[in-house]
């Protein structure tokens, strides 16, 4: 079973930021969590992850809470390419673990 | 470099007949999985592999079989197709087994059991 609980959908203003949410109250100290996305039928799409420390790269800032039981993907200026299915995973099985998918959330970015 | 790439994009069977879904990468990754996708599901893991010569089981591998002879292949064979086994599966890699977090994915291999 997903260690993730994330809302089935949700939707942005083009331009705006998008703030995704992931519960993951269960992690353990050493498990990662893993930003994925997947346009349409497309195959899923590395976005970010991270341990402890926020994160940013060129696509997406990654703020995960002090202790480490929820986490938020930010998509700084939504644009409708950005429409998709974003995947929150912690990865079992410590540093060369299985990444194990649960349904996503169906982000809707409106013009 | 082209990437993960899947073939065929497409697939009919009949129940029983049996299949090989290929997968290569041009990237000289070591770790390649096999995922599979049901409609409004996310993804299962099927099978994976650390390298050359190894390979293990994933979330959901009874009727699957696979095999890494090389570095670049990592087909997946259905021995006997049966209607619950329609869905759309996706070969993935990423560098090494450190790196499992990181896959990139092929476009996707969509399998109908009648």
């Known amino acids: 079973d997903a260690k993730t609980t994330q809302p089935p959908s949700m939707d942005c203003a083009e331009g705006r930021a998008a703030n995704l949410p992931c519960n993951h109250s269960?992690?353990?100290?050493?498990?990662?969590v893993y930003w994925y996305r997947q346009i349409h039928s497309q195959g899923p799409q590395y976005i970010i992850h991270g341990l402890k420390n926020n994160e940013t790269n060129e696509m997406a800032s990654l703020i995960i809470t002090e202790d480490r039981k929820s986490s938020t993907l930010i998509l700084p200026h939504a644009t409708l390419r950005d429409t998709a299915v974003y995947y929150c995973?912690?990865?079992?099985?410590?540093?060369?673990?299985?990444?194990?998918f649960g349904k996503g959330t169906k982000l809707s970015v409106k013009p | 470099n082209a990437g993960v790439t899947q073939t065929p994009k497409f697939q009919v069977l009949k129940t029983g007949q049996s299949m090989t879904l290929q997968c290569a990468q041009d990237m000289n990754h070591e770790y390649m999985s096999w995922y599979r996708q049901d409609p409004g599901m996310g993804l299962r893991l099927i099978h994976y592999s650390v390298g050359a010569g190894i390979t293990d089981q994933g979330e959901v591998p009874n009727g699957y079989n696979v095999s890494r002879s090389t570095t670049e292949d990592f087909p997946l064979r259905l021995l006997s197709a049966a209607p619950s086994q329609t869905s759309v599966y996706f070969c993935?890699?990423?560098?090494?087994?450190?790196?499992?977090?990181?896959?990139?994915f092929g476009e996707g291999s969509r399998l109908t059991v009648l």
């Open positions: 993935a890699s990423s560098r090494d087994r450190g790196r499992t977090g990181e896959l990139f």
């Open positions: 995973i912690v990865r079992v099985g410590g540093s060369q673990g299985n990444l194990i």
């Open positions: 269960t992690i353990s100290g050493n498990e990662y």
